[in-house]
């Protein structure tokens, strides 16, 4: 199977091309290569496939086989995969997610692309459709006990759950203890992802993200849009706002027309082929 290995931000997957490569069981296949000691090494597999509502359709599955709705980080390197190796010429392509259809403009240069910006919708925090079992309209500041510690949290869902804790200080979080504690909580009934989030200023936040399904990793465009849609509500920060995230940077803005829109890269580390038998 020929692959493309790529990240944004240190977020890493592998990018299949599923027009062309017949894979059965893509979770079980997830799981496998995404071993970085056995397998090719990754946050995951994104498959590109073709798709009759939007130009392209991308299918998520996490390290541990399970699927995602949507992926920020992902999704941008999915623009660049259909560009650069000329699937498309447009610098505006629409992509199917689970998440629903997102609209991306491309930055090119020298015929390659370095730069994504995403539509990346609406952002949902009715507890019902997070989904987050607590009461109320919102979750917003709402203190709740986590492990044996009690936690204020921010409940956002950008087509996949978040679950955003504003701390002092994101390097002195115990995220391989604290981390599983939120994913596996009751309160989460489809697990979730959770941000810890420092305030810099009005316009810089610093997140570190333990991703359901992958553990901790060095960004999540998901996570880093809907930090900046906690930290609105709650005012503590302006609509623009960059987030500083263990693997990079992005930036992120929480339009008045209530659309949420993340700007960042897309690399391609190499590409390769691998032995399914």
């Not at 397998?39 to 496939?49: E, H, K, V």
């Not at 553990?215 to 930090?227: D, H, Q």
Request: net charge negative.
């Amino acid at each position: 199977m020929f692959f493309t290995k790529m990240q944004g931000c240190g977020n890493d997957y592998i990018y299949v091309d599923g027009a062309k490569e017949k894979t059965e069981n893509r979770p079980e296949l997830s799981v496998r290569l995404s071993d970085r000691h056995f397998g090719i090494g990754s946050d995951g597999i994104i498959f590109i496939d073709p798709c009759d509502d939007a130009d392209f359709e991308m299918h998520m599955y996490n390290a541990d086989g399970s699927e995602a709705q949507m992926c920020g980080n992902g999704i941008r390197c999915v623009a660049k995969f259909v560009y650069d190796k000329g699937l498309t010429k447009k610098d505006t392509v629409s992509i199917k997610t689970g998440a629903g259809i997102k609209v991306l403009k491309l930055f090119v240069k020298d015929g390659k692309v370095f730069s994504v910006r995403v539509d990346m919708g609406i952002p949902i925090t009715d507890p019902k459709l997070i989904p987050v079992d607590l009461s109320g309209d919102s979750i917003v500041s709402r203190p709740v006990m986590i492990g044996d510690k009690e936690y204020d949290i921010t409940c956002v869902s950008m087509g996949n759950p978040h679950c955003v804790v504003f701390t002092d200080d994101v390097r002195s979080i115990d995220i391989e203890k604290t981390g599983p504690l939120f994913e596996n909580n009751v309160i989460f009934p489809e697990r979730i992802n959770t941000e810890f989030v420092h305030i810099t200023d009005r316009n810089n936040i610093e997140m570190r993200v333990w991703e359901r399904g992958s553990g901790e990793t060095l960004a999540c465009g998901t996570g880093a849009c809907a930090s900046v849609v906690a930290c609105v509500i709650n005012d503590l920060t302006d609509r623009k706002a960059t987030v500083k995230l263990t693997g990079g940077t992005l930036d992120i803005e929480y339009a008045q027309d209530g659309h949420v829109y993340m700007t960042g890269p897309a690399v391609t580390v190499y590409e390769g082929e691998i032995c399914l038998k």
